[in-house]
């Protein structure tokens, strides 16, 4: 079973850029599709990113697309989410979560994914 714990958050003035990191314990790293979450404050739960189990694709949600990058390093086992311009809404507390998939494609949804971390606060100071 696999755990998630997330890293990097943290202040940071709007147009600025931070880099989250995700790392997961699974021996099978290899096998899972990788995704980013956010939630903010009074807001649900949002899809902000996610990358297939070799790297090789990805989505963004249209609000983050252009401005953060999803990747995935699967020989130390960590993913990251890199977060360029950021806006004072992106101010949210972000998630990594994971999914074992036999198939190269983008989990997407939520409720597709087996395992969480527990967030990393990110604010946007404007």
């Known amino acids: 079973q696999a755990q998630l714990v997330e890293s990097g958050g943290g202040l940071v003035q709007a147009g600025g850029s931070l880099r989250l990191s995700c790392a997961n314990s699974a021996r099978t790293f290899n096998l899972y599709a990788m995704g980013w979450f956010r939630q903010g404050p009074g807001k649900e739960r949002e899809f902000v990113a996610g990358?297939?189990?070799?790297?090789?694709?990805?989505a963004y949600a249209d609000s983050v697309k252009g401005r953060f990058t999803i990747s995935k390093d699967n020989t130390n086992s960590t993913t990251y989410l890199q977060m360029n311009n950021v806006k004072s809404e992106d101010s949210a507390v972000y998630y990594c979560?994971?999914?074992?998939?036999?198939?190269?494609?983008?989990?997407?949804?939520?409720?597709?994914?087996?395992?969480w971390g527990r967030g990393t606060q990110v604010t946007v100071l404007s």
């Open positions: 990358i297939s189990r070799s790297g090789g694709n990805t």
């Open positions: 979560a994971g999914d074992i998939r036999y198939n190269d494609a983008v989990v997407v949804g939520g409720d597709e994914y087996d395992y």
